[in-house]
């Protein structure tokens, strides 16, 4: 069974701290996403990578990096976190055809 | 750029059927996803179309026509269970490119 985990489902920092969310997929997939999802706003994508040490930047970028040294993990970075940073961060993961993405249980992120 | 639109929320009553509409406006078109998902809870795959016409999967039909860039899903025989947003994403290209999201609807399903 595909299997997507993430490293917390909540998440409470202060502003100013460096955060790491760390995502890990099972299923040997090249290609993995990092999406923030905010009521009216939809899933907006922050990140990708298609391959390890590569990465692409998504539609909202700013204040985040990421990084992929194995296939199986990739970590999205808050080098310093602000309060219009909580979120819900999805992460996900696709193979091949028919190309679906398999999303992670998420994590609920607050900024105080 | 890349636009999809689907309502934002609509109701429906149990036993019923609902259709959800997509429209997609995108530089190129190398299939389209129905994902659901629960309040709190990460999406999950539905259904896959590439091709016109309508794929049926149990109680959900989806269907595709490419040339008016319309897709609709069908969900027939509401249950409770089916309140959840329904999200409609579009692969713009093949290769290594994301999927591209709308908004989602927000479907509730009453007594």
């Known amino acids: 069974d595909v299997k997507v985990t993430q490293s917390s489902r909540y998440l409470v920092k202060r502003t100013g701290e460096k955060v790491f969310l760390e995502c890990v997929q099972d299923?040997?997939?090249?290609?993995m996403f990092w999406y923030r999802q905010d009521p009216g706003l939809g899933l907006r994508l922050i990140y990708f990578?298609?391959?390890?040490?590569?990465?692409e930047k998504g539609d909202i970028p700013e204040g985040y990096s990421v990084s992929r040294e194995k296939k199986e993990r990739f970590s999205l970075i808050l080098e310093s976190a602000s309060t219009n940073q909580t979120s819900m961060y999805l992460c996900?993961?696709?193979?091949?055809?028919?190309?679906?993405?398999?999303f992670g249980p998420g994590t609920r992120l607050t900024v105080t | 750029g890349q636009n999809i639109d689907q309502p934002t929320e609509m109701t429906a009553t149990e036993g019923a059927i609902v259709q959800i509409n997509c429209t997609y406006q995108t530089s190129g078109f190398n299939g389209l996803f129905w994902y659901q998902q629960h309040a709190g809870e990460a999406p999950t795959f539905l259904s896959y179309n590439v091709l016109d016409g309508l794929e049926e999967k149990g109680r959900f039909s989806s269907f595709l026509s490419r040339s008016k860039g319309y897709s609709y899903l069908l969900l027939k025989e509401l249950q409770m269970k089916d309140s959840a947003s329904y999200l409609c994403?579009?692969?713009?290209?093949?290769?290594?490119?994301?999927?591209?999201f709308g908004k989602g609807t927000r479907l509730s399903v009453i007594a």
């Open positions: 990578s298609y391959d390890v040490k590569m990465k």
């Open positions: 994403a579009v692969r713009p290209y093949s290769g290594n490119t994301p999927l591209v």
């Open positions: 299923m040997d997939h090249e290609n």
């Open positions: 996900a993961s696709r193979g091949g055809y028919p190309y679906e993405q398999y």
